[in-house]
């Protein structure tokens, strides 16, 4: 028996190994046979012969000799940790079929970038106290993070277990860790925006020292301690948990997986949670407001005037510039609402009631985007701009000196989404909420209150920082929230109202998109599905044809997809699929 985690035997005879080669072909591995005086476990990198080359793999348990065939050994063993344990290899394989990825892939993902090297994985102490668990809790809070990771960390250090925190960014990881101070806490920092020898070097200490505080971006999920007491998600509602490239794995989906399967406590936290944590979640903690008061200036009010700024709004933040404050307007990175020229009614798709666009057809279901619903009118004029129509609008209303991107030093800063990071200012205005919360997304709603809420948390409360929020919709659910100041009900009720259209949590969906496939072959997606799911689409741009796929559960059909998938590369056709999609 060797130190392996968890009590995992080494292998000594013969072992299956799945070569590092991006493929379902090699989904199931191989024999290899282990030479004398070599001991290797479950999660090893070794190197092996395939097809006349030398390859990097990865040990996944014992394998029977293969029949009729002369078995070949394995060349050696690569670094001495283990990359995973028999646990957390069957939250990776649930991975690559949840995301329709090979499995070397999903493997890859989990590796560090260098050989891990060091002393090999040790045991769990026996005599740990406090017993991790699977339970999963939402705690509806914004930043700062310290004191929730500090109370939760702070009892499963002490007894050697260790504890992965996820951030959505980098410098909201380096945020947290400022946050925590120097308290002599066994902090290990893990990111790819770090070097790979860094990088894997807190790997290894991660994996071999028990008792570490794992803070870092979505890598850090994949990580593997002696003793996993907790991982805690912050913000679980934004894009930096999710992998862009695939496998498009979200971070917070794998560490709940693995929480259920390891039995590690998950704590998701966060001003607007998602309704997918609070699906999953046996407990949720509120502790008063999440954000401070919001002002809410109804656009369609007739004392709001004309323009993008209504009087107030205009008034709020040439105050604001008089008295020397920092102002953040907050637009979006494309789109917005519109309203109807001639009555100034909201512009909605008739179909899909989002924000439709300015083109011939809805952005989001592609219905004809028709005269406006109230008047008939045909001109339409945005409730906002992009970043350049706003500088200038601010600088009439202060003078265009003191107004621009974020980073120039100015009064007033105008941005987009990804300029919340880091932010802190005396008055948050956002001039059109209603192209946020009615974004061409299934999402928008919950995405859009959450942005809102980022940009008034931007700006803190009292000593006369305030937030201004402009709507043509004061009685919409995610103002209302937004006026509360608690995400909860609403997401509960987002939550039940996307279950009802077969939209996660609540249901499952998938985006295939396949560049130079030929048209004949476009109907095979639909025929290998079946009736396991609907299949909606093709839709064709170009040479891309995009199909969505959509039912309470897509395990099954996920299964015959993986093969058709596998022929589609091999043809030579670009495949990308998002299981999950965060854009829809
Ligand atoms: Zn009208
Ligand atoms: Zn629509």
């Known amino acids: 028996m060797g130190p392996d985690h968890r009590g995992t035997p080494d292998l000594t005879a013969i072992v299956r190994v799945v070569p590092d080669v991006p493929s379902f072909a090699v989904d199931d591995g191989f024999a290899y046979a282990v030479p004398d005086g070599l001991s290797v476990g479950v999660g090893d990198i070794v190197r092996i012969p395939l097809g006349g080359r030398r390859v990097r793999g990865w040990v996944v348990?014992?394998?029977?000799?293969?029949?009729?065939?002369?078995?070949?050994?394995?060349?050696?063993?690569s670094g001495e940790v283990a990359v995973f344990d028999a646990a957390l290899l069957d939250t990776l394989r649930w991975t690559a079929q949840h995301y329709v990825a090979p499995l070397a892939t999903v493997l890859a993902k989990a590796t560090p970038p260098n050989l891990p090297k060091g002393r090999r994985r040790p045991a769990p102490n026996a005599a740990l106290r406090s017993e991790p668990t699977g339970s999963v809790s939402v705690h509806a809070a914004p930043a700062p993070w310290g004191p929730l990771v500090?109370?939760?960390?702070?009892p499963l250090l002490g007894d050697g277990h260790s504890v992965v925190v996820v951030a959505p960014t980098w410098p909201e990881a380096e945020a947290l860790i400022d946050d925590l101070g120097d308290r002599g806490l066994p902090i290990v920092v893990g990111s790819s925006h770090l070097s790979a020898a860094v990088l894997t070097r807190s790997w290894v200490e991660a994996a071999t020292v028990p008792g570490r505080l794992i803070i870092g971006t979505r890598d850090v999920a994949w990580w593997l301690p002696p003793s996993l007491g907790a991982?805690?998600?912050?913000?679980?509602?934004?894009?930096?948990?999710?992998?862009?490239?695939?496998?498009?794995?979200?971070a917070r989906d794998l560490l709940l997986r693995r929480s259920r399967t390891e039995g590690f406590a998950a704590i998701v936290t966060g001003a607007v949670p998602t309704p997918e944590s609070l699906?999953?979640?046996?407990?949720?903690?509120?502790?008063?407001?999440?954000?401070?008061?919001?002002?809410?200036?109804?656009?369609?009010?007739?004392?709001?005037?004309?323009?993008?700024?209504?009087?107030?709004?205009?008034?709020?933040?040439?105050?604001?510039?008089?008295?020397?404050?920092?102002?953040?307007v907050l637009t979006h990175r494309r789109g917005g609402a519109q309203r109807c020229a001639r009555c100034r009614l909201l512009r909605r798709c008739g179909q899909c009631e989002a924000a439709p666009g300015t083109g011939a057809t809805c952005?989001?279901?592609?219905?004809?985007?028709?005269?406006?619903?109230?008047?008939?009118g045909e001109r339409f004029e945005p409730l906002s701009g992009g970043i350049p129509r706003l500088v200038a609008e601010v600088g009439r209303l202060v003078g265009e000196q003191r107004v621009g991107d974020r980073g120039d030093g100015r009064a007033v800063t105008v941005g987009t989404e990804r300029d919340l990071v880091?932010?802190?200012?005396?008055?948050?205005?956002?001039?059109?909420?209603?192209?946020?919360?009615?974004?061409?997304?299934?999402?928008?709603a919950e995405d859009g209150l959450r942005t809102i809420a980022r940009a008034?948390?931007?700006?803190?409360?009292?000593?006369?920082?305030?937030a201004v929020v402009q709507t043509l919709q004061p009685d919409h659910p995610a103002i209302k929230a937004l006026r509360r100041g608690d995400a909860i009900e609403f997401l509960g009720d987002e939550g039940r109202r996307r279950a009802a259209l077969g939209f996660p949590p609540g249901g499952e969906v998938m985006v295939v998109e396949a560049s130079g496939l030929p048209a004949?072959?476009?109907?095979?997606?639909?025929?290998?599905?079946?009736?396991?799911?609907?299949?909606?689409?093709?839709?064709?741009?170009?040479?891309?044809?995009?199909?969505?796929?959509?039912?309470?559960?897509?395990?099954?059909?996920k299964v015959v997809v993986r093969p058709l998938v596998g022929e589609w590369r091999e043809a030579g056709v670009r495949i990308r699929l998002d299981a999950d999609p965060i854009d829809l």
């Open 422 to 444: 880091g932010l802190t200012v005396d008055l948050a205005v956002v001039p059109d909420a209603d192209g946020f919360v009615m974004a061409p997304n299934y999402r928008a």
């Open 150 to 154: 500090r109370e939760t960390a702070a």
């Open 456 to 466: 008034v948390l931007s700006a803190g409360s009292g000593g006369g920082r305030r």
């Open 231 to 250: 991982a805690i998600v912050l913000d679980d509602g934004r894009r930096g948990l999710k992998e862009k490239a695939m496998p498009t794995v979200h």
């Open 363 to 376: 952005e989001r279901c592609g219905a004809v985007n028709g005269a406006c619903a109230g008047c008939g």
């Open 520 to 557: 004949e072959r476009r109907s095979q997606l639909g025929e290998v599905i079946g009736g396991r799911a609907v299949v909606h689409g093709p839709t064709v741009v170009d040479d891309t044809a995009r199909w969505y796929v959509q039912g309470p559960d897509l395990g099954a059909a």
């Open 279 to 328: 699906a999953a979640a046996g407990t949720v903690v509120r502790a008063g407001r999440a954000w401070g008061l919001v002002e809410v200036v109804d656009r369609g009010a007739a004392e709001a005037g004309d323009g993008t700024f209504a009087r107030a709004t205009a008034a709020a933040i040439r105050a604001a510039v008089a008295d020397g404050r920092r102002v953040f």
């Open 61 to 77: 348990g014992p394998a029977e000799p293969p029949e009729a065939r002369r078995i070949r050994s394995l060349i050696g063993r």
